[in-house]
């Protein structure tokens, strides 16, 4: 058995190629593009279009194996046209794929340096506790509000279809901003660090048909803007004075004003401060900063 077994092996091992270091990078690249790519296929609409295409495919199969002529003539003719219209159907998971892939930094994470970065501003505790109190206070008044607070992505396409406020992000603000019968009380309020950086802004709806019909048009566009960035969307009910919130797709509702505090904690990106780092060759502490320390 064992003698069977190291023929077997040495079978094996004769018929692989020689394999260099160019060659085994390469095949760990491969299977991690095909990890990704199966990844993002079954968390969109793709999955089912595949599963789609594999019964067209073992048709195929069937087709070739009793020589269906006729058949295999359409389906050559045919396939041209099937990658296209396959590109356009999936053209918004297809963009979302590449905004995501742009989105990771790869270049920043992989390489040992890095240039001069300025990190934005993002909103801190001070901010997170005027809003969960105005949304505390408009839901028991039942005021309708949309709050989208700007995480990594920048939201200026959406900014620019509102009125310009730049304002110190607090209660008394917000709660005026969506009053009814004000000027800026119909459509969402971006917020940019801790200034509110426009009002009446309007937002893409969402499209998916798993959303409870009882839902309107507000929940739709807080969900719908969560589904193209990274934004966190606040939703304050005008019929029952509920707050949800809207994150990557995902609408989590009847918060309570702690509830809502912790996830927007939770969901903080790191860093309140702008900052100018220096371009520096390795990641490290730089001089000034050690000598900073031992003073």
Same mark, same amino acid.
């Given at each position: 058995?064992?003698?069977?077994?190291?023929?077997?092996?040495?079978?094996?091992?004769?018929?692989?190629?020689?394999?260099?270091?160019?060659?085994?990078?390469?095949?760990?690249?491969?299977?991690f593009?095909?990890?990704?790519?199966?990844?993002?296929?079954?968390?969109?609409?793709?999955?089912?279009?595949?599963?789609?295409?594999?019964?067209?495919l073992?048709?195929?199969?069937?087709?070739?194996?009793?020589?269906? =002529? =006729?058949?295999?003539?359409?389906?050559?003719? !045919?396939?041209?046209?099937?990658?296209?219209?396959?590109?356009? *159907?999936?053209?918004?998971?297809?963009? @979302?794929?590449?905004e995501?892939?742009?989105?990771?930094q790869?270049?920043?994470n992989?390489?040992?340096?890095?240039?001069?970065?300025?990190?934005?501003?993002?909103?801190d505790?001070?901010?997170?506790n005027?809003?969960?109190? /105005?949304? *505390?206070?408009?839901?028991?008044?039942?005021?309708? /509000?949309l709050? !989208?607070?700007?995480? @990594?992505?920048?939201?200026?396409?959406?900014?620019?279809?509102?009125?310009?406020v730049?304002?110190?992000v =607090?209660?008394q603000l917000?709660?005026?901003?969506?009053?009814?019968?004000?000027?800026?009380?119909?459509?969402?309020?971006?917020?940019?660090?801790?200034?509110?950086?426009?009002?009446?802004?309007?937002?893409?709806?969402?499209?998916?048909?798993?959303?409870?019909k009882?839902?309107?048009?507000r929940?739709? /566009?807080?969900?719908?803007?969560?589904?193209? =960035?990274?934004?966190?969307?606040?939703? !304050?009910?005008?019929?029952?004075? @509920?707050?949800?919130?809207?994150?990557?797709?995902?609408?989590?509702?009847?918060?309570?004003?702690?509830?809502?505090?912790?996830?927007?904690?939770?969901?903080?990106?790191?860093?309140?401060?702008e900052?100018?780092?220096?371009?520096?060759?390795?990641?490290?502490?730089?001089?000034?900063?050690? !000598?900073? @320390?031992?003073?």
């Amino acid at each position: 058995m064992q003698e069977q077994f190291r023929i077997l092996t040495d079978n094996i091992i004769r018929r692989m190629p020689d394999m260099d270091l160019a060659s085994a990078v390469e095949i760990i690249i491969i299977a991690f593009l095909l990890y990704h790519i199966l990844n993002w296929i079954k968390n969109t609409r793709a999955w089912s279009l595949l599963k789609g295409l594999l019964i067209i495919l073992a048709f195929w199969i069937i087709a070739l194996y009793f020589h269906m =002529t =006729t058949i295999l003539w359409l389906g050559r003719n !045919v396939l041209g046209f099937a990658v296209t219209a396959l590109i356009v *159907v999936l053209q918004p998971e297809l963009r @979302k794929a590449l905004e995501e892939l742009g989105n990771k930094q790869i270049l920043t994470n992989v390489l040992p340096f890095s240039g001069t970065k300025e990190e934005q501003g993002t909103f801190d505790t001070k901010t997170i506790n005027e809003i969960t109190k /105005a949304c *505390v206070e408009m839901g028991k008044a039942r005021t309708g /509000a949309l709050i !989208v607070i700007e995480c @990594k992505q920048p939201l200026h396409d959406f900014e620019r279809t509102g009125i310009d406020v730049d304002g110190l992000v =607090t209660s008394q603000l917000l709660i005026n901003i969506f009053e009814h019968n004000t000027p800026l009380h119909d459509g969402a309020v971006i917020i940019r660090g801790n200034r509110i950086a426009s009002a009446t802004c309007y937002l893409p709806l969402s499209d998916n048909m798993n959303l409870d019909k009882n839902l309107g048009t507000r929940h739709r /566009a807080g969900l719908g803007i969560s589904e193209v =960035t990274d934004a966190i969307t606040i939703i !304050v009910s005008e019929e029952t004075g @509920k707050i949800s919130t809207a994150y990557k797709g995902w609408l989590e509702r009847n918060l309570d004003g702690d509830k809502l505090k912790e996830r927007l904690k939770m969901l903080q990106p790191e860093g309140n401060e702008e900052v100018k780092k220096p371009y520096k060759l390795f990641k490290g502490r730089s001089k000034a900063q050690k !000598v900073e @320390k031992e003073n």
